[in-house]
Nanobody, 126 residues
Framework: QVQLVESGGGLVQAGGSLRLSCAASGRTFSGLYMGWFRQAPGKEREFVAAIRWSVRSTKYADSVKGRFTISRANTQNTVYLQMNSLKPEDTAVYYC???????????????????WGQGTQVTVSS
């Protein structure tokens, strides 16, 4: 089992920045991938970014490339999502999620992630 707790959401003006954090605890992190999804009102949950814990390789949705950066702490079991140049359309509940995979295959479908945090609200005003 892996427990995930997000923090860092809030209200920001368009063009501003926020950093989300996801603290992970539980089983060994070997083979762990961690990702961020978001869900806007009336829309389906969508993939944002993911990181492979062991080698720190990353993957991004096209909509956030160049604006968002996913990273992990060196000594703490925490993943970050740095969000810059925020737009009103980035407004959503952001969820941290995780799965275990012993290949280099990134997953971007919601159903392929087995562990989820409770979500944190990000609101970008125009």
């Amino acid at each position: 089992q892996v427990q995930l707790v997000e923090s860092g959401g809030g209200l920001v003006q368009a063009g501003g920045s926020l950093r989300l954090s996801c603290a992970a605890s539980g089983r060994t992190f070997s083979g762990l991938y961690m990702g961020w999804f978001r869900q806007a009102p009336g829309k389906e949950r969508e993939f944002v970014a993911a990181i492979r814990w062991s080698v720190r390789s990353t993957k991004y949705a096209d909509s956030v490339k160049g604006r968002f950066t996913i990273s992990r702490a060196n000594t703490q079991n925490t993943v970050y999502l740095q969000m810059n140049s925020l737009k009103p359309e980035d407004t959503a509940v952001y969820y941290c999620a995780a799965y275990f995979e012993y290949t280099s295959q990134f997953r971007i479908k919601e159903e392929e992630y087995h562990y989820w945090g409770q979500g944190t609200q990000v609101t970008v005003s125009s």
